[in-house]
T-cell receptor
Framework: GAVVSQHPSWVICKSGTSVKIECRSL??????MFWYRQFPKQSLMLMATSNEGSKATYEQGVEKDKFLINHASLTLSTLTVTSAHPEDSSFYIC????????????FGPGTRLTVL | AQSVTQPDIHITVSEGASLELRCNYS??????LFWYVQSPGQGLQLLLK??????LVQGIKGFEAEFKRSQSSFNLRKPSVHWSDAAEYFCAVGAAGGSYIPTFGRGTSLIVHP
């Protein structure tokens, strides 16, 4: 149980285009989802916290207009990287918590974004 | 605010040898503590967690960790390492109670020699 999927697993795009990454909780309802960014050989950096039906809460330094997050249902959150640039290339990981239980996150397999 | 220190960037062990990965945390109250493992190009898998109670926590894949409040540590151990254990290991600390967001350490890369 508590499986989180991400799609796509990897994506290559041209500079200036937008890319959407989906995060789904497959067998549970996730009221809260988190989006992380991970640079090579580094730890996870929290980008934003997404609650179903409300606006995401972004961490300091994360551009909300560049990284659009939508959490339209209890099983789906999306991250859209708008007007992507090479510096946006990274490994993006989402996680989800069970409704009513904030003490453990279940992580997706990650999405490798490469911007040319 | 909480913080996590994993002092070892890389650890190299021989297959069959014992393993200990260090984790020190800073947090003013009772912490929630986690160890995650990440294989290359993959997400994170929870190995074990400590919320309260017995300070020696058993996890999956033969791992265990011990919470030592006096040392602000939560070191991960395994008595006999397998080649498949080679991965990146992350320690994380969260605030007890309510909605929380864990803080991750920078990770320790485990290399296993045959």
């Amino acid at each position: 149980g508590a499986v989180v999927s991400q799609h796509p697993s990897w994506v290559i795009c041209k500079s200036g285009t937008s890319v959407k990454i989906e995060c789904r909780s497959l067998d549970f309802q996730a009221t809260t989802m988190f989006w992380y960014r991970q640079f090579p050989k580094q730890s996870l950096m929290l980008m934003a916290t997404s609650n179903e039906g409300s606006k995401a809460t972004y961490e300091q330094g994360v551009e909300k207009d560049k990284f659009l997050i939508n959490h339209a249902s209890l099983t789906l959150s999306t991250l859209t990287v708008t007007s992507a640039h090479p510096e946006d290339s990274s490994f993006y990981i989402c996680s989800a918590t069970l409704a009513g239980a904030y003490n453990e996150q279940f992580f997706g397999p990650g999405t490798r974004l490469t911007v040319l | 605010a909480q913080s996590v220190t994993q002092p070892d960037i890389h650890i190299t062990v021989s297959e069959g040898a014992s393993l200990e990965l260090r984790c020190n945390y800073s947090y003013g109250a009772t912490p929630y503590l986690f160890w995650y493992v990440q294989s290359p190009g993959q997400g994170l898998q929870l190995l074990l967690k400590y919320f309260s109670g017995d300070t020696l926590v058993q996890g999956i894949k033969g791992f265990e960790a011990e919470f030592k409040r006096s040392q602000s540590s939560f070191n991960l151990r395994k008595p006999s390492v397998h080649w498949s254990d080679a991965a990146e290991y992350f320690c994380a600390v969260g605030a007890a109670g309510g909605s929380y967001i864990p803080t991750f350490g920078r990770g320790t890369s485990l290399i296993v020699h045959p």
